[in-house]
Each structure stands twice: as C-alpha cells, then as structure tokens.
C-alpha cells in the first residue's frame, strides 16, 4: 500500500473545512490551483522527467505578473479560499519575483492559502522571512540531498520560529530501492523506470478513477491550463488563461469529458491512458460532488 505523507494528510483536513466555505457555490469550486512559475530546475533527478535534458531542457522564461494577476483578480468574483500551490514542473524559488506573486495572492485573496513545494537549494532566513511576511502559509521542502543540508533546513526552522504545520521536510533521498521516499509514479507516461532500475508492473490504462481533475486545476508559466499536475508531457491542455478566465476553464466542456470518464473508472484517454498515478489519496468528497453535479 501507498504510503501518506504529512501533505497528503493536510490537504484531506483542509478540504473538510474548505467546502464548508464554498457549498453555497453553484458548482463544485477547485481546492487547489497549482502554478509552474519557471522553466528551469536545478537538479535532474533520476525518478523526475526533467533527467532528460534533451527532452526538458532548461528555459529562462517564467510566468508574467501581469497574468498572474489577472487570473488572482478572476478568482476574486468568488473570494477564493482555497490552496494556491507553486510547484509544478520546475523549482518555484528560481522565479525572480516569488515574493511579489506571493504578496498579489495574499493581498487579493486574503482567505486563500499559498504554499511553496521546493527542493530548498535556495532557501536562507532572509529569503523565508520575506516570503512568510508576503503571505506564505505553508513551505514543503522535498530533500535531495544530505543530513547536512537537513541540519541546515532544521535550524533554519528553529531560528525563525516556524511550525511543523508551516514548515515540512519530506525526504526525498532514500534511493530506488525505497522509491527514494516517495510514492513513486511515471507522470502520466513522462517518467522511464528502467532509468533507475525499475519496471512498470501495471496494465494499462487503469481501471480505476482518478480525483485529481476533480479538485485541481494547473497553469503553466506560459499559460497553458492542463487537467493534471502529473501530465509532464501536456498532453491535455483545455485552455490558456491569456484569453480565458480561470473559471470559464475550469466548467468548460473537455474538463467534464475528462472527469465524467475517470468517474466511470474510464482512463482511455490522454493523459490518463498511460498514468499510473493513484489518484484517490485525496478529493474523495470532490469526486460525489461532480457525481451529484452532472446528475
């Protein structure tokens, strides 16, 4: 069985309070809106896409502020209260303007929560306390490397007084033989096992439904919207957020094509023909509600 990491567990608690929020809403709301901010990272780990550097080479280009605000004042018509994630394909910390996009969020959606998934590289208290005082809520840092850089992150927590709840380390380096701490997937087809030593074991496509496109939603820097954070390869983009409102994307047509399949348990279709990626650790109450919704 799948193991649950302390994210996961957060993110089923806040839900149970997040649709207390929003059950006045016409139609199920997303919970969480994730953001690739960047087109670089810095490190090519074995289990990621991006250890093909011929496949995903480094960019220097990252998402605008102008469209970042424009979307932020799209889920203003609603008050927004939601998890606002910057993660994605890259390393978020790389964009040169983390801390603005963080203080347009906090300051015109006061009730969301935006939290930072980061490898820490880059990462010193001058940099968490300016990103803490632009309205940050919760910071995971995913470990690569040593105990060392462990003991930094440690004390870098301690000095700035900064909770388990704000602050997490998942490890991230226990090598292939213990999926290298996390719940190993192939990004919708993106990731090649043999890299680390590894075969796939599924029969695909799954029979099995998926949540993700039920309480998510994804924009990349250059504005593509796709279904899923896992879709590596953005296969499904549904829409681009320089023409159209965030809200119009998340109710359009392919949107309910895809998550009406996935509550019939049916993955035949991209990305999902070739995912693997359990998709029912969390959103469980978002999948009745489309079931409910589409009735």
Not at 239 to 254: A, F, H, M, R, Y
Request: aromatic residues 12%; proline residues 4%; positive net charge.
């Amino acid at each position: 069985m799948d193991s649950i990491d302390i994210k996961t567990l957060k993110v089923n608690d806040f839900h149970k309070q997040y649709l207390k929020r929003v059950s006045k809403l016409k139609f199920p709301i997303f919970s969480i809106i994730e953001f690739n901010l960047h087109g670089s990272c810095n490190r090519r780990c074995a289990f990621c896409p991006r250890v093909d550097e011929q496949l995903w080479p480094n960019k220097d280009e990252e998402f605008s502020l102008k469209l970042f605000t424009k979307i932020i004042n799209e889920l203003k018509e609603i008050d927004y209260s939601g998890r606002i994630s910057f993660s994605g394909f890259s390393e978020p910390t790389m964009h040169s303007n983390l801390s603005e996009i963080l203080s347009i969020a906090s300051k015109n959606l006061p009730n969301s929560f935006p939290e930072i998934i980061t490898n820490g590289d880059y990462l010193n208290s001058k940099k968490l306390i300016e990103f803490f005082d632009n309205g940050l809520k919760f910071i995971y840092v995913s470990l690569y490397t040593n105990k060392q850089t462990y003991d930094k992150l440690v004390k870098l927590k301690k000095d700035l007084k900064l909770s388990d709840y704000q602050f997490s380390i998942r490890p991230r380096n226990l090598g292939s033989k213990k999926n290298f701490g996390l719940n190993l997937n192939n990004r919708a087809g993106a990731v090649d096992y043999s890299t680390f030593g590894k075969q796939l074991k599924e029969e695909f496509p799954l029979k099995q439904t998926c949540n993700y496109p039920m309480y998510t939603i994804f924009v990349d820097y250059n504005g593509d919207t796709l279904i899923c954070p896992n879709d590596w390869d953005k296969r499904k983009v549904i829409g681009n957020v320089n023409k159209d409102n965030i809200l119009d994307i998340w109710k359009n047509e392919q949107f309910k094509n895809v998550r009406q399949r996935l509550l019939k348990k049916d993955r035949n279709a991209k990305p999902c023909e070739k995912c693997n990626v359990n998709g029912l650790h969390v959103g469980n109450e978002f999948n009745i509600l489309w079931q409910e919704y589409y009735k």
